[in-house]
């Protein structure tokens, strides 16, 4: 199973970006889905987390109302959009692939690379 994650960039602080991750390798809705941060010096961090048909979604609290996870199955591709971002949203995100929308990362058997973004103040 591969993902690759794009869509990382510069941006200003109160601007959007969406994220793309697209998986291949295996059927896509055998797959819960999730989103995973990791900022310079920091733990890898939960940040989203979608079911296999994406009706079931749940986020961190520091996301919650500013970033929203979608899927289109049909694409075997899962998307973050992220509005209103901060500073502090800087990070590696990372897609995974699991079989339960989880928050730990345990859950999840496949990753991607990773796309950079950062926000600017």
């Known amino acids: 199973v591969r993902l690759v994650e794009s869509g990382g960039r510069l941006v200003q602080a109160g601007a959007s970006l969406r994220l793309a991750c697209v998986v291949s390798?295996?059927?896509?809705?055998?797959?819960?889905m999730g989103w995973f941060r990791q900022a310079p010096g920091k733990e890898r961090e939960f940040v989203a987390a979608?079911?296999?048909?994406?009706?079931?979604?749940y986020y961190a609290d520091s996301v919650k109302g500013r970033f929203t996870g979608s899927r289109d199955n049909a694409k075997s591709t899962m998307y973050l959009q992220m509005n209103s971002l901060r500073p502090e949203d800087t990070a590696v995100y990372y897609c995974?692939?699991?079989?339960?929308?989880?928050?730990?990362?345990?859950?999840?058997?496949?990753w991607g690379q990773g796309t950079q973004v950062t926000v600017s103040s």
């Open positions: 979608i079911n296999w048909s994406g009706g079931s979604t």
């Open positions: 995974a692939a699991g079989f339960a929308h989880s928050f730990n990362s345990s859950f999840y058997d496949y």
């Open positions: 390798g295996r059927t896509f809705t055998d797959y819960a």
